[in-house]
C-alpha cells in the first residue's frame, strides 16, 4: 500500500465511482481503500462504518443534483416546485447503480438541503398550506420518487443496462390467459419517464384536492 492523502471527499467521490461498478452490496470500506491504494483502517479516521459513507455519499449527491439537475431558476408556483425537484432527484439518483438504495435513509452530512427546504415550503405556506400540510405533501412526492426509482433500478440498474427476465414479449406469452395484465406489461415495464412525471402531477392532483390549494 503506498502512502496517498485521503480526505472525506475524496472517499466518498471513490465509493460513488465504484458503486457504479460493484453496486451497494459490493462496495466495501476495504474495496474503497484498495481503489486508493491504503489501507482499510485509514478509512476509519474519516467514516466510523459503512453508513457514514454512505450518508457522506449521499450528501454528495445531493449537491451535484443542485449543480448539475435542478433546470434553471426556481418555478413560483408550489406545483411546479415540486415537481421540479423530484424530477431532479430521480435524474441524480439514476446517474449511480442502486442510487436510490444509497439514498434512502441517509442522513445528510450538511446542511446544503436546508435552504431549499425552506424556500419550498415558505413558498407552499404562503400559498394556503399549513406547515403540517406542506410537509405531508412534500414527503408524499418524496416517497413516491424513492419508491419509483427503486423499482426502476431493479429492472435497469443502469440506464442503458436492462436484467434478465423483463423481456416484455416473454412476460405477455406467459400470461397469455390474463389479457388485461399480459398488456399491462408494456405500461409498467418502460417510458419511465413519461410514467414518472404522470405520477407526480397525479399527486399534486391529489393534494390540490385533498388541502383545497391550488
Known amino acids: 500500500m503506498g502512502t496517498t492523502k485521503i480526505d472525506r471527499a475524496r472517499v466518498a467521490d471513490t465509493g460513488l465511482r465504484l458503486l457504479n461498478e460493484v453496486g451497494?452490496?459490493?462496495?466495501?470500506?476495504?474495496?474503497?481503500?484498495?481503489e486508493l491504494d491504503v489501507k482499510a483502517p485509514a478509512l476509519y479516521w474519516h467514516f466510523k462504518d459503512k453508513q457514514?459513507?454512505?450518508?457522506?455519499?449521499?450528501?454528495v449527491m445531493y449537491r451535484r443534483m443542485l449543480d448539475e439537475d435542478l433546470p434553471g431558476p426556481v418555478p413560483e408556483r408550489w406545483q411546479d416546485q415540486l415537481v421540479a425537484y423530484n424530477g431532479a432527484l430521480r435524474t441524480a439518483l439514476l446517474r449511480y447503480r442502486d442510487g436510490a438504495k444509497v439514498y434512502s435513509g441517509a442522513k445528510f452530512t450538511g446542511t446544503d438541503h436546508a435552504d431549499g427546504l425552506e424556500n419550498h415550503l415558505r413558498t407552499m405556506v404562503d400559498a394556503g398550506f399549513e406547515l403540517r400540510q406542506a410537509v405531508r405533501?412534500?414527503?408524499?412526492?418524496?416517497a413516491y420518487t424513492m419508491g419509483f426509482v427503486t423499482e426502476?433500478?431493479?429492472?435497469?440498474?443502469?440506464?442503458?443496462?436492462?436484467?434478465?427476465?423483463?423481456?416484455?414479449?416473454?412476460?405477455?406469452?406467459?400470461?397469455a390467459r390474463y389479457?388485461?395484465?399480459?398488456?399491462?406489461?408494456?405500461e409498467i415495464f418502460t417510458r419511465y419517464d413519461e410514467r414518472?412525471?404522470?405520477?407526480l402531477w397525479l399527486i399534486v392532483a391529489g393534494v390540490e384536492v385533498r388541502y383545497g390549494v391550488r
Open 52 to 59: 457514514a459513507l454512505l450518508d457522506e455519499m449521499a450528501t
Open 179 to 186: 389479457p388485461l395484465a399480459a398488456a399491462a406489461g408494456a
Open 24 to 34: 451497494l452490496d459490493g462496495l466495501t470500506l476495504r474495496a474503497i481503500a484498495r
Open 196 to 199: 414518472f412525471e404522470d405520477g
Open 137 to 142: 405533501a412534500s414527503t408524499t412526492a418524496y
Open 152 to 175: 426502476e433500478q431493479g429492472v435497469q440498474p443502469m440506464p442503458d443496462e436492462r436484467r434478465e427476465g423483463f423481456d416484455i414479449g416473454e412476460r405477455a406469452e406467459r400470461m
